[in-house]
């Protein structure tokens, strides 16, 4: 299975808003809920930031909302600051039974 | 608070089996409503799904590394393990053992610090 398609890198400007896109299939994004996205900084453990495409946990500020239109979901960081710089993965439950994520994008804030 | 920590060596040769065990604490391997992953990040690349198992035994793997995986759990250790055969050079990467939801594997809630593991003779 190959990974979801994410954009190498993304940026935006403090107080911008950017948008992450993941790309999968019918077989995963497009098939069901569970669709969930992670940051991850340099040298560190992912972290959950959005569960079943739109849900966030606790903790996690609601600058950052997920959506999701057919085969494709969005993660979008509201209000950017300078801590929101990170590798972001999308990550996929899958029709196989199996997990795939995404090639990851490094979002970079100018 | 659940914590996960991954143990094993840090080298091993080429063709032999990496191994690593991954210990939970501050809560059960036992419950029903988790699954207990391995993910694997080459240095400098993306994240990569490995498998899963449930405390009773019935797992997945990635279809791409299926022939040489196998997970386990001992849940009189809190533990599951990883092993890994004829590895290469490629299998070089930082492995994080994690929770998943158990509702279809919605979301991993919880991670592991990561272990560096490099193949190399």
């Known amino acids: 299975q190959s990974a979801l398609t994410q954009p190498a890198s993304v940026s935006g400007s403090p107080g911008q808003s950017i948008t992450i896109s993941c790309t999968g299939t019918n077989s995963d994004v497009g098939g069901y809920k569970y669709v969930s996205w992670y940051q991850q900084h340099p040298r560190k453990a992912p972290k959950l930031m959005i569960y079943e495409v739109n849900n966030r946990p606790s903790g996690v500020p609601d600058r950052f909302s997920g959506s999701k239109s057919g085969n494709t979901a969005s993660l979008t960081i509201s209000g950017l600051q300078a801590e929101d710089e990170a590798d972001y993965y999308c990550y996929s439950y899958t029709s196989s039974n199996t997990v795939i994520f995404g090639g990851g994008t490094k979002m970079t804030v100018l | 608070q659940v914590q996960l920590q991954e143990s094993g060596p840090g080298l091993v040769k080429p063709s032999q089996t990496l191994s690593l065990t991954c210990t939970v604490s501050?809560?059960?391997?036992?419950?029903?409503?988790?699954?207990w992953s391995w993910i694997r990040q080459p240095p400098g690349k993306g994240l990569e799904w490995i498998g899963y198992?449930?405390?009773?035994?019935?797992?997945s793997y990635s279809p791409s590394l299926k022939s040489r995986v196998t997970i386990s759990v001992d849940t009189s250790k809190n533990q599951f393990s990883l092993k890994l055969k004829s590895v290469t050079a490629a299998d070089t990467a930082v492995y994080y053992c994690?929770?998943?939801?158990?509702?279809?594997?919605?979301?991993?809630?919880?991670w592991g610090q990561g272990i560096l593991v490099t193949v190399s003779s």
């Open positions: 198992i449930y405390y009773s035994g019935s797992m």
């Open positions: 501050g809560g059960s391997i036992n419950s029903g409503d988790y699954y």
């Open positions: 994690a929770r998943v939801v158990a509702v279809a594997a919605s979301h991993v809630d919880y």
